[in-house]
């Protein structure tokens, strides 16, 4: 059974950086693109960030070159340094497998990791 574990969360003043982890298990996950998404209140869950299974990334422009995705093989972790942190990055944070245009390869997510980026 697949299994995702965000951590990392927290509240962090703006400009301040976090480091999100996410665990995943029940899955070779050595062969799967890894995304990091989120959902800020009152808006759709959005794909922020992607590595490949050869650690290609790419990164939606708002959080371009603030944010870093990064993975572990031997650990089965996906990683998000966030830095420069601004309010509007407020949001749960989750990791899934991304699939076909929005869909994603795994329909059970995570519980997510709640950021909030507030003086």
């Known amino acids: 059974q697949v299994q995702l574990v965000e951590s990392g969360g927290g509240l962090v003043q703006p400009g301040g950086s976090l480091r999100l982890s996410c665990a995943a298990s029940?899955?070779?996950?050595?062969?799967?693109?890894m995304a990091w998404y989120r959902q800020a209140p009152g808006k759709q869950r959005e794909l922020i960030a992607r590595?490949?299974?050869?650690?290609?990334?790419d990164y939606v422009d708002s959080v371009k070159g603030r944010f870093t995705i990064s993975r572990d093989n031997a650990k089965n972790t996906v990683y998000l340094q966030m830095n420069s942190l601004k309010p509007e990055d407020t949001a749960i944070y989750y990791c899934?497998?991304?699939?076909?245009?929005?869909?994603?390869?795994?329909?059970?997510w995570g519980q997510g990791t709640q950021v909030t980026v507030s003086s």
């Open positions: 899934n497998a991304p699939g076909v245009g929005t869909a994603t390869k795994f329909n059970n």
């Open positions: 029940g899955f070779p996950f050595i062969l799967y693109t």
């Open positions: 590595i490949t299974s050869r650690d290609i990334t």
